[in-house]
């Protein structure tokens, strides 16, 4: 994985909970380009690999911004990064990679953020704005100290709608909003796990190409029947137990293959499939994508058929 050292130019807390920072080259040198949507990997020094979604506008070559939001809870890199990054801190960032674009045609856009997941909106409003599309972004949060970016994005006038749970005594009507939205327009979700598992239903008979969203977890289990993985490239065949991982098998082979979040969100270990029929369990792939089984995630997804046959 290609990675690059930059510096944490700025530390802002932008809501309770959430803390923003920007990052710049050493030597004020323009940045690797990215399109809005992408994430960049944070490679923590006590090992962890975190990713974060860029939420500046892509015009902006000279920095990359990101936001970050603390949960004690989590699996520790939020907290560590906020204990322990600072201000003229030099910080490992991946190149940016982009899972979750704007379509290519997206002239009519509805984009839904809530809490963290306003990030990647961010740049996104950036984009649609340079393109002159026509876009209308509804952001939900918990309360108004906990929405972050919430004057810049009232700047925006009445294009943005700001729900706050605890002033409407209610929850975002997901519902409503999609069903007043265009059928041709492309819509985009963000946010908390419930969130994107209502946003998916309201819009399972939409097109599936206008429909886009992005997790930041995947709670499907990594488990399953053993299988036998034949490695073409390698000329290499794996048994790969109950509880092991495709990837797992293949690190012990010996075989190096890139890799970064463990659980299917970031898309980093995709692999070509030559034969066989693969156990989607990714949250990267569209339907569409998962349907064609040319390629997998071989961090957390497995087979459906007793063996599989990979590009590797």
């Known amino acids: 994985m290609q990675t690059q050292l930059l510096t944490i130019d700025r530390v802002r807390d932008e809501a309770i909970g959430i803390r923003s920072y920007i990052l710049k080259d050493p030597q004020g040198y323009e940045l690797p380009q990215f399109t809005a949507g992408a994430h960049i990997d944070c490679h923590l020094s006590n090992g962890l690999i975190r990713r974060y979604s860029l939420c500046n506008d892509p015009r902006d070559r000279f920095h990359y911004a990101i936001a970050v939001a603390r949960d004690d809870k989590g699996r520790g890199g939020s907290a560590f990064i ?13 190149l940016p990679r982009n899972n979750f674009p704007l379509a290519a045609d997206s002239t009519t ?19 649609l704005e340079a393109k002159g599309a026509d876009w209308r972004l509804v952001y939900a949060s918990r309360s108004r100290a906990h929405a972050a970016f919430a004057k810049e994005l009232s700047a925006y006038g009445d294009r943005v709608h700001l729900h706050y749970d605890d002033e409407k005594q209610a929850v975002l009507d ?10 041709d327009a492309h819509l985009y979700c963000c946010g908390p796990a ?26 499907q289990p990594t488990g399953g029947k053993p299988c036998k993985v034949h490695l ?41 499939v030559v034969e066989g029929i693969p156990d989607h369990r990714d949250t990267v792939l569209t339907k569409r994508r998962r ?6 995630m071989v961090c957390c997804s497995r087979a459906k058929t007793d063996s599989l046959t990979l590009n590797l």
């Open 291 to 296: 349907a064609e089984n040319k390629v997998m």
């Open 109 to 127: 856009n509805l984009l839904i953020g809530g809490g963290i997941g306003i990030t990647p909106m961010m740049a996104m409003l950036g984009a």
């Open 82 to 94: 906020h204990d322990n990054w600072h201000q003229g801190d030099q910080v490992i960032i991946g």
């Open 232 to 272: 073409r490239k390698s000329g290499l065949t794996l048994e790969v137990g109950a509880d092991q991982s495709i990837l797992d098998a293949i690190l012990a082979a010996g075989l190096d293959v890139p890799f970064s979040c463990l659980e299917g969100t970031c898309g980093e270990c995709v692999t070509a």
């Open 174 to 183: 997901l519902g409503a909003i999609i069903e007043q939205s265009a059928a």
């Open 194 to 219: 419930p969130m994107l598992a209502a946003f998916e239903e309201i819009c399972r008979e939409r097109d599936p190409d206008r429909v886009h969203v992005e997790h930041f977890t995947n709670d």
